[in-house]
């Protein structure tokens, strides 16, 4: 597609249960990625991803929360063992290369309800 | 190392001019502008790199001062359809895996 395409669009779980959100970026884009939203809050940076190094993962909230992205292009947010604080709209983002002149293009997001 | 956005919520008649703002208290190298309307995903505006550079969209202009290291959204003769929640994400660097940090957003409401 075009864009950048999240799945699924809603997710309601039970508290306990593990979750995972997808992400495939726009093709040939080589930066990924995750924030957070709460109902009404900022967005908040969850993990990075340029292309073959090391991810930045100091924005992961717990050690429930995990990432991987295979091939240097789809991505996988896995949270295990969810929280009621977990519910929030997850947000995926790609650009071109890591430059400050790329513009980042961010996917509709996967809104998460933990019940 | 979030930047702090100003102000948090403002209303405004269709017609009038606003400002937000959005600082750092370190050293940027770049700041990038999104807009948000409910339920929707953040929409890129701008950015702005260090230079010091004013850029415009439209009626929707900013401007970057690195001394006060603090960029400034200016909208003008604003429309109903400039609601939303507006984002200024910075970047500290241009070197190494550097990460967009976003502030906490200004919502933006226009009233006919």
């Known amino acids: 597609g075009a864009g950048v395409s999240q799945s699924p669009s809603n997710k309601v779980t039970e508290k306990g249960k593990d979750v995972e959100l997808r992400c495939d970026p726009i093709s040939g884009h080589t930066a990924l990625y995750w924030y957070r939203q709460s109902l009404g809050q900022g967005l908040e940076f969850l993990i990075y991803f340029q292309g073959n190094s090391a991810p930045d993962k100091s924005g992961l909230p717990s050690d429930r929360f995990s990432a991987e992205r295979t091939g240097g292009s789809v991505s996988t947010l896995t949270i295990q063992r969810t929280q009621q604080e977990d519910s929030a709209v997850y947000l995926c983002a790609s650009s071109l290369r890591q430059s400050s002149g790329n513009t980042i293009y961010f996917g509709e997001g996967s809104w998460l309800t933990v019940v | 190392q979030q930047p702090v956005q100003s102000p948090q919520a403002v209303i405004l008649r269709e017609g009038e001019d606003a400002v937000i703002n959005c600082s750092s208290s370190?050293?940027?190298?770049?700041v990038h502008w999104y807009r948000q309307k409910h339920g929707e995903a953040p929409v890129f505006l701008m950015i702005?790199?260090?230079?010091?550079e004013q850029k415009g969209h439209e009626k929707i202009s900013a401007s970057f001062n690195e001394k006060k290291q603090q960029s400034s959204l200016y909208l003008t003769a604003s429309q109903l359809s400039y609601s939303g929640t507006y984002f200024c994400g910075t970047r500290i660097s241009n070197f190494g895996n550097e990460k967009l940090t976003f502030g906490t957003g200004t919502r933006l409401t226009i009233i006919p």
């Open positions: 370190k050293a940027l190298y770049s």
């Open positions: 702005l790199l260090k230079g010091g």
